[in-house]
């Protein structure tokens, strides 16, 4: 336990190792779960399909004041202050 003359070189494998055998059995089982079908696979949406312009666009649709010229103005909810 006392060995201060350790090798570097196995030392640094050693280290690569413990860093490389946890994600390599991650990823395995990720992948096989994902093979099996017990995980979904999510795609991205693209734009077209709804994203952020869509998103935008109901908001714009719920509050008629925002106007549909200026896609980056954002809304602000006005509370009534009780007294």
Same mark, same amino acid.
Request: charge should be negative; glycine fraction near 4%.
């Given at each position: ?29 990720s992948?096989? *779960? ?8 999510? +795609?991205? =949406?693209? /734009?077209? #399909? ?13 509050n008629?004041? *925002? ?8 809304? +602000?909810? =006005?509370? /009534?202050? #009780?007294?």
């Amino acid at each position: 336990m006392s060995d201060t003359s350790a090798n570097p070189i196995f030392v640094a494998l050693l280290f690569i190792l413990r860093c490389l055998v946890p994600l390599a059995i991650l990823f395995g089982v990720s992948y096989l *779960l994902r093979k099996l079908g017990l995980v979904a696979v999510e +795609t991205p =949406e693209s /734009p077209e #399909e709804g994203g952020e312009a869509s998103a935008q666009q109901e908001i714009i649709e719920e509050n008629p004041k *925002l106007s549909a010229s200026d896609p980056n103005q954002t809304s +602000t909810v =006005e509370t /009534p202050k #009780e007294s």
